[in-house]
């Protein structure tokens, strides 16, 4: 019985109780249910079971499901900053006014991962780069694991030894007998509030990728550490300092069980509106979208855009002192698990809206639909970006439609002074 969302007539209540139990034992987990139509959740696993060559699975027209087939070419570390910087490589190679460098070769506009090498296929060049800055800080992250697991800060070439060569033989160890690692340069002057670091969850609905068509959910929120920062190399191993993670502060001591160390989005735009300023604050979150946007722009030449697949990615930001945003990951599954009561609301309103615009009106899926609903049903998500409404602009119109920017010559961002310009993807 193959179906993710579909018209199904249950013959009994006993039948319904058993397929149920089939599909959450194969992780398929039912959302949302009427008369009509039942619709499940697949996880990641499961869609590759559907979207494998051996299984010879068809979908239906009136079947969709929750990812795309090879969602990781974004969700994975690795495969994310690859394809980031194929899609630098690649405007360079146009001559896109967006691939515009300084003075010292540093991408102006397309300069939002930090620093990142794979291990340990790039350990030379890493090595080559730690030496210009050997007092840097540099953070390892499986590529294919999540939550935190298995992270953790070095300093020192001699943490990583088992990456480069076997210690015992001083031979180079075969790449694939290791877990693959991305090492990337560690942002350690992030914004603090009441001293301790946070990072930002945004959620983004993604419907099409050829025509890029994306929403961003207003109802994203800040994870807090529960221990105050400090960028002393005595305490890199302390997880409680460096990672926001829930799955791993909510074992700290000081773990607040009634907020969860969470922040919405909107007390940040207010508390930063405060301190720094109403329009450094929109210029802030007008460039975190534009972040948003660049990294699906990257993406979307090699995702499998089956017409019967959508998908709602976590995306993890980091803002530094000086206000500027950093993409440090995107989650194919974000947890849609509650810590709080705050929490519950703002993942039952997610669940809900996503649904509303993969299937408006609660009508039958139909995967021919043009995938542009009516405003009315967006619920708390706006639109991102829509491809089809920006193609007549060319990319001179992406860098002038950022607020507080406009371009001068070559290497110089410009103050707009005049009333900004309408984002190209609103």
């Known amino acids: 019985f193959r ?7 249950w013959v009994t209540d006993i039948e319904k109780s058993v397929l149920i139990n089939n599909f959450e034992k194969r992780g398929w ?92 296929a790039d350990y030379n060049l890493f090595v080559e780069e730690f030496r210009k800055n050997p007092s840097s800080t540099w953070i390892m992250k499986p590529c294919g694991k999540a939550q935190g697991k298995g992270i953790f800060l070095i300093n020192k070439l001699s943490q990583i030894k088992k990456w480069s060569r076997d210690s015992k033989t001083s031979s180079f160890v075969s790449q694939s007998s290791k877990e693959a ?87 940040l735009r207010l508390y930063l509106e405060s301190t720094r300023g109403k329009e450094v604050t929109s210029k802030l979150f007008d460039e975190i979208h534009w972040i948003i946007v660049q990294s699906l722009k990257a993406v979307a030449p090699v995702m499998n855009n089956d017409k019967h697949c959508f998908e709602c990615y976590g995306y993890d930001i980091i803002i530094d002192d000086k206000l500027k945003p950093w993409l440090i990951e995107v989650n194919a599954s974000p947890s849609l698990t509650s810590s709080t009561a705050n929490d519950r609301i703002l993942k039952y309103n997610l669940i809900n809206d996503t649904l509303n615009i993969a299937v408006p009106n609660g009508e039958i899926p139909d995967c021919k639909w043009n995938k542009s609903p009516p405003k009315e049903v967006l619920g708390n998500y706006e639109v991102l970006y829509d491809e089809e409404m920006a193609q007549s602009d060319g990319p001179e119109r992406d860098l002038r439609s950022r607020p507080g920017q406009s371009t001068g010559a070559k290497g110089n961002r410009a103050r707009d002074l005049g009333k900004p310009v309408l984002t190209t993807w609103k």
């Open 181 to 267: 690692y991305v090492i990337s340069l560690y942002i350690n002057n992030p914004l603090l509030i009441g001293g301790k670091k946070f990072d930002l969850r945004l959620y983004v609905l993604v419907s099409t990728y050829r025509p890029l068509r994306c929403y961003m959910y207003k109802l994203g929120f800040c994870r807090f550490c529960t221990v105050k920062y400090t960028p002393s190399t005595s305490e890199l191993d302390n997880m409680f300092v460096h990672l926001t993670n829930v799955a791993i502060q909510k074992h700290g001591d000081d773990y607040n069980h009634i907020h969860g160390g969470k922040w919405t989005v909107s007390n």
């Open 3 to 9: 179906i993710m969302a579909g018209k199904v007539k």
């Open 29 to 120: 987990i039912q959302v949302a249910e009427n008369e009509d139509w039942n619709f499940y959740w697949m996880s990641v696993q499961t869609i590759r079971n559907v979207f494998s060559v051996e299984t010879g699975y068809r979908l239906s027209d009136d079947q969709i499901v929750n990812h795309f087939p090879n969602h990781y070419e974004l969700t994975r570390k690795d495969l994310m900053v690859k394809n980031i910087k194929r899609y630098r490589k690649e405007l360079e190679k146009e001559g896109s006014p967006l691939a515009e460098k300084d003075e010292n070769g540093k991408y102006i506009y397309l300069d939002f991962v930090p620093v990142t090498f794979m291990l340990p």
